[in-house]
């Protein structure tokens, strides 16, 4: 599974765009890359997923750049509720194996 | 509902008293696993099942044990805890390849 490089915490005002950013140098051709939220003392939730140029949902919006060795997740306008805790998994399957890692630490102030 | 069940929620036992937490998912999933969170470690993975009777060790399975009788079942065994078992636990669940992990919410141990 790849390996996966994430900044450990970032601070926003409420009302900003927030982009955090995944590295991911040895992902591979099948792999698919997925953002995953946790707010404290809950089970981390879905969030979107990508294998390639750009998604958006109505949560957020995945920037994948024409290498994949990176991912971009970005939250527009976040609110304080945004607070919280966001993974970067890279592999081809989901259910097993899988390194959630320490995640990236958002804070969302007034 | 969709949803995985974890129990108990919380927990504080003693140090060498075996215990089981119980996890279960309705949603026909072939893959589940147990992860362990603690402060400044994120989350790390426990045991994982690809399938009924088909488990493999995650990145900390000391101390732990597992089982997959049935499909909608994966109960994590503390055969003796110790004090260093004190986290939160969390039971999840997945269809398969490339699929949303379902998360349940989670069971808060303290071994005293």
């Known amino acids: 599974l790849a390996k996966t490089t994430q900044p450990i915490s970032m601070d926003s005002y409420e009302g900003q765009e927030v982009n955090i950013t995944c590295s991911h140098n040895?992902?591979?051709?099948?792999?698919?890359i997925t953002w995953y939220q946790q707010f404290p003392s809950q089970g981390p939730r879905f969030i979107i997923q990508?294998?390639?140029t750009k998604v958006t949902n109505e949560v957020a919006s995945l920037f994948i750049p024409a290498d994949r060795k990176s991912s971009t997740l970005s939250l527009p306008r976040v609110s304080l509720s945004d607070t919280a805790v966001y993974y970067c998994?890279?592999?081809?399957?989901?259910?097993?194996?899988?390194?959630f890692g320490k995640g990236t630490s958002l804070l969302v102030t007034p | 509902e969709a949803q995985v069940t974890q129990n108990p929620r919380y927990l504080i036992t003693v140090t060498g008293k075996k215990l089981t937490v119980t996890c279960s998912q309705n949603?026909?999933?072939?893959?589940m696993s147990w992860y362990r969170q603690d402060p400044g470690l994120g989350l790390r993975q426990i045991y994982y099942?690809?399938?009924?009777?088909?488990?493999d060790k995650g990145d900390v399975p000391e101390g732990y044990k597992v089982s997959r009788k049935e499909k909608r079942n994966f109960p994590l065994i503390l055969e003796s805890p110790s004090p260093n078992q004190t986290s939160l636990y969390f039971c999840?669940?997945?269809?398969?390849?490339?699929?949303?992990?379902?998360f349940g919410e989670g069971s808060w141990l303290t071994v005293v």
């Open positions: 999840a669940s997945s269809e398969g390849s490339g699929n949303t992990i379902y």
């Open positions: 990508g294998y390639k």
């Open positions: 040895n992902i591979a051709t099948n792999d698919y």
């Open positions: 998994l890279v592999g081809e399957y989901s259910g097993y194996a899988l390194n």
């Open positions: 949603m026909n999933h072939e893959y």
């Open positions: 099942s690809m399938n009924v009777e088909v488990t």
